[in-house]
């Protein structure tokens, strides 16, 4: 990866925050932002924005995990973890979290850098996998509006549903709109029918 990335940092050990400072660059990343807890965690990445997280679990007040959480619910960020212990119960909290890698520390400097890429490289993955299920799910949705739209132009034209669905489809090929927008407004001419059928 010759992506460099800006990062926020977030660890209560001092020495740790100093290695991540003095290696993330040698690496070719920027340090974003510094923390010492999980408050500052989420208060600097609101204000910087930054493209990957990399924070302790445990930390006072805050811990990270519920940090990260709080990120993951506002931004999609990737994750890496550190922990000074290999514990098998922060691993469903840190899943669902949003943290795609993690480190037990003591870090070095040859752990990063792989640690780093993983932790993109699964993120765009995930990205990926997401923008690929919202696009099935506004599929289905178009397709339950043209649904109905079909209907409405089968009983009130009176044609059977295949024809009603050439002439939609033919009408949104002239008007120059998708398929879903003549459909929707189908749906709201029908309304307006609706409403004066009742008067």
């Not at 699964?122 to 043209?146: G, H, N, P, T, Y």
């Not at 009408?171 to 120059?176: F, K, L, T, V």
Request: hydrophobic share 45%.
């Amino acid at each position: 990866m010759n992506q460099s990335l800006r990062i926020a940092v977030a660890d209560d050990e001092a020495d740790t925050r100093e290695f991540l400072e003095r290696y993330l660059p040698r690496l070719g990343h920027q340090v974003a932002s510094v923390a010492e807890n999980g408050e500052q965690l989420v208060e600097q990445c609101r204000r910087h924005r930054p493209d990957l997280i990399i924070t302790d679990v445990r930390m006072p007040g805050l811990d990270g995990l519920d940090a990260v959480q709080t990120i993951f619910r506002e931004r999609a960020v990737p994750v890496v973890l550190l922990t000074a212990y290999a514990d098998a119960g922060w691993a469903e909290r840190a899943r669902d979290a949003g943290v795609f890698a993690y480190l037990v520390k003591p870090v070095t400097e040859q752990e990063l850098g792989p640690a780093i890429r993983l932790a993109w490289l699964q993120f765009e993955q995930f990205q990926a996998l997401r923008r690929e299920a919202d696009s099935l799910r506004q599929s289905l949705e178009d397709r339950k509006v043209i649904e109905r739209a079909k209907g409405i132009v089968t009983r009130r034209v009176g044609v059977p549903e295949a024809e009603a669905f050439r002439r939609l489809r033919k009408c949104a090929s002239d008007r120059n709109q998708r398929l879903v927008e003549i459909a929707q407004q189908v749906l709201a001419a029908e309304e307006v029918f609706h409403a004066l059928d009742e008067l």
